[in-house]
């Protein structure tokens, strides 16, 4: 997480009009940028992704070694007042995550990278203070559905032949802050938002002593990502 807030500080501090937004007394940008009932962007960032694994028995615990991938989107947005707003944010998630898995002595059964394309539909819920000269902060959540596209439910094969399954339908939940920066042209904003499934993911094997998954009696993603905004 630290990473992340890091990351999210330098990006923002990297861009001089942004930052000369806490200016005492700016020029004030885009008046009336947040008046319409609905407004429309598009956002770019990336993510890191991670499993939270339940087990049937205490047991060596299965290694997730993370990796950052992308996000890419367009974002809908409701006004209800000057301080709540509706998002829905349809996008485009990639994500390679590889597991390790204990008592093999081959590589080949060990290891197992899961790729994951996701494609994602929150409904989120925008809480904004009030603006403050050219920036505002805001808190944001909601749920959201995903469906993994490389998910290998409907495989016959399984980890006995290389092929690590998850469902297609993901569930989450999703929460997160950021600050709105009002350019000259255009709002600009990082944030930073955590997502987390509420679904077992786990496709277990066929066999239901299985080496890889017999122990596993749930798995879920969680996520974590750094978007910028742009409307």
């Keep these: 997480m630290k990473k992340f807030v890091l990351i999210?500080?330098?990006?923002?501090?990297l861009s001089q009009p942004a930052m000369a937004q806490f200016n005492e007394d700016p020029i004030i940008n885009l008046e009336n940028e947040d008046k319409p009932f609905l407004n429309w962007g598009y956002f770019l960032g990336f993510n890191q992704y991670d499993f939270k694994f339940d087990y049937k028995e205490d047991a060596k615990h299965i290694l997730v070694d993370k990796s950052f991938g992308f996000n890419v989107g367009l974002i809908g947005e409701m006004r209800i007042n000057d301080f709540l707003d509706v998002r829905f944010e349809p996008g485009l998630l990639y994500n390679t995550r590889t597991l390790g898995f204990p008592g093999f002595t081959d590589e080949s059964d060990a290891i197992r990278e899961v790729k994951s394309t996701y494609i994602n539909f929150p409904l989120l819920l925008k809480v904004n203070t009030k603006r403050l000269?050219?920036?505002?902060?805001?808190?944001?959540?909601?749920?959201?559905?995903?469906?993994?596209?490389?998910?290998?439910?409907?495989s016959l094969d399984d980890n006995s032949s290389g092929t690590f399954r998850m469902k297609k339908t993901v569930y989450n939940y999703e929460l997160g802050f950021g600050i709105d920066f009002y350019l000259e042209y255009f709002k600009f904003s990082p944030s930073i938002r955590g997502v987390f499934a509420i679904t077992d993911e786990l496709v277990p094997d066929n066999d239901p002593d299985s080496q890889w998954t017999g122990n596993i009696a749930g798995m879920r993603t969680?996520?974590?990502f750094v978007n910028f905004t742009f409307e």
């Design 222 to 224: 969680r996520g974590l």
């Design 8 to 13: 999210l500080i330098g990006m923002a501090s």
């Design 133 to 154: 000269g050219n920036w505002k902060p805001f808190l944001i959540g909601g749920a959201s559905a995903s469906l993994n596209l490389g998910s290998n439910e409907d």
